[in-house]
């Protein structure tokens, strides 16, 4: 799947995540599914920031 470089869809990416884990058998709430899915998460956030920079340093017409 992919996910717009926005916050919405960081979102959506972590929840896609946690529904995945969750149906593999590492259920909600355990240390190691937690761990995942924040670790997973950190690349469509840090894709999202790097968007907003990008943007912010664009010339303006």
């Not at 909600?28 to 899915?37: E, K, L, M, R």
């Not at 920031?49 to 303006?60: I, L, S």
Request: net charge positive.
């Amino acid at each position: 799947m992919r996910f717009t470089s926005t916050p919405r869809g960081a979102r959506l990416a972590r929840h896609l995540v946690a529904v995945r884990l969750d149906a593999w058998g590492i259920p909600y709430g355990t240390n190691d599914h937690d761990a995942i899915v924040l670790i997973v998460a950190e690349s469509p956030s840090c894709r999202v920031d790097g968007e907003r920079r990008a943007a912010r340093q664009r010339p303006r017409p």
